[in-house]
Structures are given as C-alpha cells and as structure tokens.
C-alpha cells in the first residue's frame, strides 16, 4: 500500500470578528422555522440549510488505537417537492483491511406543523460499495411541503489522515455552517481555505491538557478551531466544468507532522525529489516499471525491428491496447502485478498503462510515466506533494521532438489521445533521472464535424439527397464508442425519431475500425415539408446534431466554464430548387463573436442561381474561460440556438 506524503505549507486564514451563534439544539424549532415559506436571499431555492454544525474532536479507543470522531448536526427547510429529496441522507464510512470508520447515534425528525415524525432504526441501511467503502443511508420520514427536518450522527474514524474538515456550502442555500475542531499538539495539520466565499468566523484558542493515551506519560494541549460561513449560496453545477470539488467552500486540513510523547517526531512532509525516490523503490511503482524484459520477450520481432519510432511506438501502443480489456478499475494506491495482468489479459488502469512503458522501453522508445487527477477528481495540488490527489497513471513520450500522451485502457482512443476525462490541465511527469516536474497537458486542437448536404426539390415537395459528416478528434472518438455498442438499425432509427420529417433512406459510415483515422458517415436522404399550408415549403437545415439547449441558464457563474478542448463545427447546405418555386423567407445572416477571439460562429444564407447556399461555423478556440466570459458564453449560444431554429421558406408558384 502506498504512503501519502506532504510539503508543510500553512495557509493563513484571516481572522473576522465573530457573531452570536444561536442554541440550536436537536429536536427543538421555532415558530419562525415553521412558518417559513421562501428564503429571503433566494426565493427560487426548494429548501434552505437552516443551521450545520461539526465537532471534531480526537479520542483513544479501547485497543488504544487513536479514532478522529467528528459529530454533525443538520436543520434543513423544505419548501416544495423539489426538495423532497434533501431527505434523502447518505452517509460514506471507508474501510481498510483491518480497521473502518464506524457511523453511530443516528437520529431523524421530521417537523410538520407541530407533529415530530422519528426515524425508525431499522430504516437505517448500511451498503458495502466496494471493498474501501461502506455506505449509510436513510430516509427522513413523512416529508411534505414546509417540513423541517433535522439529523444527527458521530464518525468515528480509525484514519488520522481522514481529517479532511468541513464544506461550508451545499447544494441549496445555506443560513450557517459552523466547524469547530479540537486538535491535539501532536498533530500538526496544514490547512487550507477553498472557494469564493469568506469566513465569518475565524478563531483559535487553546485548551490545556486535553489528550492522553494510557499508560504513556504526558498530556497534550489542544488548539481549538472555530471556522464559520454565513448566507452561502447554493452550489449549482452545470454543463462545462472540472470537478465541483476545485470550487467548493470549506476548509480542508492534511497532516504533515506527529509529535510523539516520548519526543519522537514523525513528518509525513517531502520534497518531489524524496517522493521520486520512494516512488523508484516502491514495490507496486517502480518494481512494475521495470518489467521491459518480460515485455520484450512478448513484441513481436517485426515491431523491434521497424526502424521509423513513431511507427514503432504506434504498433506497440495498439498491442498493448488491443491484448487488454480494462477492468473499470483505477486502483493508483493499490496493489499492482503487469506480469500477471498480462497473462489474464485484465488490468487496472495502472497496470495497463504500466504494461505500455514497459513495451515501448523494450522497444527501445524512452518512455516515462505521468500521474494526473481526472475531471471529476479534482485538480492536484501543485505546490507541494499531495499524492492522494493523483488517480490516473499514463504514458509519455516524445518522438522527434514532439510529445505524446498515451492510455491503452479504452480500444477507442487513437495514439496520442487521452480520454476527455483525462483533460485536466496538469500532469507529474515522473522522470526518476532527473527529477519529476509539472507539465501542462495540451489537448488536440482539431475536434469537431464538417457536414456537407447536397438537396433538391422534388415534385412532390420532398428534399432528397445526400448527407456526409466527417468527425475528427474527439467528435470522432465520441462518435466511434457510440456506433460500436448500438446495432446500425437502432442508430438510424434514433437519427430519424430526433426529427420526424426525416427519412433515412441509406446509410454507411468508414473507419470506425481505425482509430487513427477520420469517421465518416454517409446518409441517403429524404425530408418532408414542414409546412402544413398548402403551396408552403419549410426547411430547417440543421436536422442533424441541431444545437436545441443553452447549456448555460445561471444568471451569473463564479467558477470557470472549461471545455477540456477546442470545438469546431462547420456546416454547408446546396438546396437545388425547380424553377416554380419562390423564395419567401430566408434565415437572418450573422456573425457573433466572443471577445478577444476567443470565439465566433458566422451563419450565412444566399440565393444563387436557384440554388440556396447555406454556410455555419462554429469555432470555440479557448480550453477555459474565467467568470467574466460567463454571460458572453450564454448570449453567444443563445444567438446560435436562434440561429438554427430559423428555417427555410418557399412558396409554390
């Protein structure tokens, strides 16, 4: 198993003036809570967080062994039945090989103009979710429009490194959340404020001779910590965004030293230089990393042989891709055997990738190995090692020059693309030579579709002709993974039960097979009028993948709004029409454009030579964009939905 190591860094808090906390005490409620019918700050809010508390505080187990107990406390208001399910309670409790954290005294009420309904204990459930992680869950009872609820419970934690503090904002709005935690001064823990909100509270003090452990002599004082927030606003996620955890406001606290009574001091603080060397030794790193002999034996001579790198490392890479199936498992920390993995032909994450540096430095292609944190993990903290931030190991390399990054473990993903889950901005480079080092992942550029349609008008009033698309980068990896696992029928149906005036009369796609290569599909085509006047023709061009929702609604967005990669689509229509057809009303031209070229699309529709020619681009050119970009983003894709709803009117003469 791995060791979690940390740099001591303090992050100081600035400390506010205090204010008067209110008793709360569990089973009690005010009138004013009952009668409450809207949050004042948020009238649109379901339900509102009327008071959180958390009292962490450390105690020695009967066996002696040192437990973190943490006890929450939660009030919340409902106010419709979107916020019915704020009763719904789950609760994660981790597990070791020997030891877990225990999840204890849970009570529920549920207040409903004056009557109290308890939570039953056999309506308490307790779900193993893999072999780290137990979960508990409950159900509030009898919840209504205008209920009150509140719950209690204790953790117990066996993890001293599981001390992670507290989140100050919710889902729904939040009137006051309150941490307080007792520390002992054997523990030194950093701490760290996340978010865009300010504490309120802020305060430390100390408590004399607070913990012991029997039988060892000696007594520790405590720090006591008081954090606070008042009136957060909800935390709402929307399409476009890492993970919420990189935004979320609460303060967090790793352990960086033990004190010892018997003044023996342990820090669990590094350099990357001792990480790099830990990580060389270590057993399940740099013990699988150096396997390329076992690998050799495994390539085939005419892959050795091939004189071209780049051509090398690609055929090493779609072996190693090819020979593995991925267990859905990423198990970084766990333990890892690639010589056994091989043979079974299943692996984790990083026995599959370890697999591929082993294969390419047989190969003679200097390889490395690059440790990043997914989307939804959130982002590694760059200042100092935290390696528990870090899910995903990958290959790197670099081929004349240029460099590449490599995951064997989905058989849709061409040689030098990572998944989009993977598009994260930073990568470790671990480089045991010469130091390990931070290194900006760069996504491919060219992802998008071209579509070219060639119409004609016939007697009947019906446009027939043929539709290509072409889908690069990860237009194209998305559109692979999705014609590899739904029958070619079920596709064309779903194609035509999106727009119910189409008729797909053909349809072939190419190279969904080679992963380097372009996707292309082909239809044959009828549509219908839209029209239901007779004489009328209506066309809207834009049946195909036709942008329908603003996937930003908030009116304004604290957190940054990152695509994890460049979009591009560009679209083109020729409609031929007979010559007794007039052209009533064509689509608005228009360009938009984001500030600072960020961005633009640009619609343009002409009559020429009776013919209609229609031209769209839309061109994303940015990875992320601050706040401040929020509001031109969701007018910009306002104006393209706009855009594409106008259709084509013709009249029969």
């Not at 992050?11 to 019918?37: A, D, H, P, V, W």
């Not at 091939?306 to 333990?335: C, M, P, R």
């Not at 590694?380 to 995951?407: H, W």
């Not at 044959?524 to 239901?532: A, P």
Request: charged content about 25%; overall charge positive.
């Amino acid at each position: 198993m791995k060791k979690i190591f940390f740099l001591i860094v303090y992050i100081l808090i600035n400390t506010f003036t205090s204010f008067s906390q209110e008793n709360y005490r569990f089973g009690e409620l005010s009138k004013k809570e009952l009668e409450m019918q809207y949050y004042e700050k948020d009238s649109t809010a379901s339900a509102v967080v009327l008071y959180e508390e958390a009292n962490t505080d450390f105690f020695v187990y009967n066996d002696s062994w040192i437990y973190i107990r943490t006890k929450v406390y939660r009030k919340v208001k409902i106010f419709n039945k979107d916020g019915f399910d704020q009763a719904n309670i789950t609760i994660n409790a981790q597990k070791g090989t020997k030891r877990k954290e225990l999840i204890k005294n849970v009570k529920g009420i549920t207040h409903n103009n004056g009557r109290s309904s308890y939570l039953s204990k056999d309506k308490i459930f307790t779900t193993s979710k893999s072999e780290y992680r137990d979960e508990i869950t409950f159900t509030l009872p009898n919840i209504k429009d205008g209920s009150v609820i509140e719950y209690t419970y204790t953790k117990e934690s066996p993890f001293l490194f599981n001390f992670s503090g507290w989140t100050f904002q919710n889902d729904i709005p939040t009137i006051e959340s309150v941490f307080i935690a007792e520390i002992p001064g054997n523990y030194i823990y950093n701490r760290k404020l996340i978010g865009y909100y300010p504490l309120v509270k802020n305060e430390s003090r100390v408590k004399k001779r607070c913990f012991n452990i029997d039988g060892i002599a000696g007594f520790s004082d405590c720090e006591v910590l008081t954090y606070s927030m008042k009136d957060v606003p909800a935390f709402i996620e929307e399409d476009y965004m890492t993970s919420k955890w990189n935004y979320l406001s609460r303060i967090d606290f790793e352990l960086s030293e033990f004190k010892g009574f018997d003044g023996h001091n342990k820090k669990y603080t590094k350099t990357w230089k001792a990480v790099d060397r830990d990580y060389k030794s270590d057993r399940d790193i740099g013990g699988q990393l150096n396997k390329k002999n076992f690998f050799k034996k495994e390539i085939p001579e005419s892959v050795l042989n091939e004189k071209d790198l780049f051509i090398k490392a690609q055929k090493v890479y779609y072996s190693i891709q090819k020979h593995y199936t991925w267990n859905e498992k990423y198990n970084l920390f766990g333990e890892m055997n690639v010589t056994k993995a091989f043979k079974s032909k299943i692996g984790n994450v990083g026995e599959i990738n370890i697999s591929l540096i082993n294969a390419l430095k047989a190969a003679g292609i200097n390889a490395q190995m690059g440790l990043l944190s997914t989307r939804n993990n959130g982002y590694p903290t760059k200042l100092y090692p935290v390696i528990s931030d870090f899910n995903y190991i990958i290959a790197r390399v670099v081929i004349n020059e240029k460099v590449y990054y490599l995951d064997a473990t989905q058989k849709s993903l061409p040689f030098g693309m990572l998944p989009y889950k993977c598009l994260n901005k930073d990568l470790r480079v671990m480089d045991f030579k010469n130091g390990s080092y931070w290194e900006n992942i760069l996504p491919n550029k060219n992802n998008g579709r071209k579509t070219q349609m060639l119409l004609k008008l016939n007697e009947d009033d019906e446009f027939v002709g043929n539709v290509r698309i072409v889908h690069n980068g990860y237009s194209a990896i998305e559109k692979r993974r999705k014609l590899k696992t739904i029958e070619q029928n079920k596709y064309v149906e779903d194609y035509e039960d999106e727009n119910d005036f189409l008729e797909i009369v053909t349809y072939k796609n190419f190279n969904v097979n080679k992963n380097e290569e372009t996707v292309k599909e082909e239809f044959e085509v009828i549509i219908e009028n839209e029209s239901s006047i007779t004489n009328k023709i209506l066309l809207n061009p834009f049946f195909i993948d036709k942008l329908t929702e603003n996937p930003f609604k908030l009116n304004s967005r604290q957190y940054p709004v990152n695509f994890g990669h460049p979009l591009k689509f560009d679209f083109t229509t020729s409609i031929t029409l007979p010559s007794n057809y007039i052209i009533e009303t064509l689509p608005k031209s228009r360009v938009v454009k984001l500030p600072e070229e960020k961005g633009y699309f640009m619609y343009k529709v002409v009559n020429k030579n009776s013919k209609i020619m229609v031209n769209y681009s839309f061109n994303i050119k940015e990875v992320e964009f601050t706040s401040q970009y929020y509001l031109y983003l969701k007018e910009f894709y306002k104006q393209a939905i706009i855009a594409q709803s106008e259709s084509i009117v013709l009249t029969k003469n």
